[in-house]
């Protein structure tokens, strides 16, 4: 037993569903607000729909800023208590939330939210890194996100549901309640992970030195500018997705149904990847998905022009299910790529892959967002050029590696 262990570390199931709980964090407080924006933006006097859409970009925000922060601090004291500070921020977010009164409160609350779940959201890398590697890693995040997507599945129903019998607050009320319980279970069950010889000193050089290797490392930054790209997509269908299939499909009290749909996609996908990483290169899967999203995205814009950017529901839903699916091949493996040559900085080298994917997936998911003119065009544009940026970004981050 090791001096930082004080039980052995949780490799079974327990630890698979602890860490994707602890990713879930920022997801959920992504989607449970969905069915809720309109009535906040009234309630709060918002002056459009589009507008809030940043009660989405603010949550994103406080994460990518949030994410440069804790990976430095758990390298120096170790995992948990950098997810302590993370857990104990997004709580505090989260009350700002509850009791505001106005929509820059609002925002102030859910950027807080999102500094506070870059914590757990970051350092859960780290901790998978830890005691994983390679193939073996990807299949372990193939895993989590398989149960985190759950979350996603299930968030939409559940606001709706809270929706239906009582104010839009009580979404808070639930996420409150979220933050406190994931604290606990961790703070109980889970062990640290890093050993005490490991650690780094908090100091501006050594933080900095290694930040600066993440960002010469070709492989990890291509990767990483790859995952921006797509998750900048799919960060442009949850900015539109309400306005969507509510005001332009006028699915009322489906949404839910409709928008977990989609993201059951995503979980179908990345049960198939913890398979498929076993007998096929990652990066294979990872260029072989975005060259066929990026064809099927120019297919089905050409389709969408034709019924003047409203195509029919069942088509959009086919398109975004495809959609989806490529997505989830592409999530746990291009993390896994971009962490592989860093084990030896793993928190510092988990902070900048994901602030640096997150402001590039809140830019350009913004940017979608904002163009949205109650059609499917700017959507579908915005997933053939991110997808086509995705493959370029792909073979960018190739070069290293066969040089």
């Known amino acids: 037993m090791t001096s930082t262990q004080a039980r052995p570390a949780l490799r079974g199931a327990e630890f698979i569903v602890l860490a994707a709980f602890m990713m879930s964090v920022f997801a959920l407080s992504v989607d449970v607000m969905i069915p809720a924006l309109a009535l906040i933006g009234q309630d709060l006097g918002t002056s459009s729909d589009n507008q809030t859409q940043h009660i989405v970009t603010a949550l994103v925000l406080g994460m990518a800023l949030g994410q440069l922060f804790y990976g430095p601090l758990s390298d120096s004291t170790g ?21 505001a009164t106005d929509f820059p409160t609002m925002l102030a609350g859910r950027f807080l939210q999102g500094l506070g779940a870059a914590g757990p959201r970051i350092v859960t890398m780290a901790l998978v890194r830890d005691q994983f590697a390679g193939p073996a890693m990807a299949r372990i995040m193939s895993i989590i996100i398989t149960v985190f997507i759950a979350g996603p599945i299930l968030a939409p129903f559940l606001g709706q549901g809270i929706l239906l019998v009582a104010p839009w607050r009580f979404i808070f009320v639930f996420l409150l309640i979220l933050g406190v ?10 062990p640290e992970t890093l050993e ?8 501006l050089r050594p933080i900095a030195a290694a930040m600066r290797e993440t960002l010469a490392t070709r492989t990890t930054m291509g990767h990483t500018i790859a995952s921006g790209f797509a998750f900048g997509a799919i960060f442009g269908y ?6 969507i299939f509510q005001d332009v499909y006028a699915v009322g009290d489906y949404f839910p149904l409709y928008f977990s749909g989609l993201a059951l996609a995503v979980g179908v996908a990345t049960i198939a990847n913890s398979r498929l990483v076993a007998t096929i290169d990652m990066r294979t899967l990872c260029r072989s998905s975005a060259l066929t999203q990026t064809a099927m995205s120019l297919i089905f814009f050409a389709v969408a022009y034709s019924f003047q950017g409203i195509p029919p529901l069942w088509g959009m839903m086919l398109y975004l299910a495809a959609m989806f699916f490529c997505l989830g091949i592409l999530f746990g493996n291009l993390n896994a790529m971009a962490m592989e040559p860093l084990g030896h900085i793993a928190g510092v080298a988990a902070s900048v892959i994901g602030s640096v994917g997150l402001f590039i997936a809140a830019a350009l998911g913004t940017l979608i967002g904002q163009n949205f003119d109650g059609t499917l065009l700017p959507l579908v544009a915005g997933f053939a050029a991110l997808s086509l940026l995705t493959v370029i970004a792909l073979r960018w981050a190739r070069g290293q590696s066969h040089s």
Do not use: D, E, H
């Open 238 to 243: 949850i900015n539109s997705a309400r306005q």
């Open 181 to 190: 319980t994931v604290l606990a279970w961790f703070s109980l069950r889970q």
């Open 79 to 99: 995992r948990k208590p950098a997810i302590y500070v993370g857990l104990a921020v997004f709580v505090s977010g989260t009350i700002l939330c509850l009791v």
């Open 196 to 203: 005490k010889s490991a650690r780094m000193r908090f100091a």
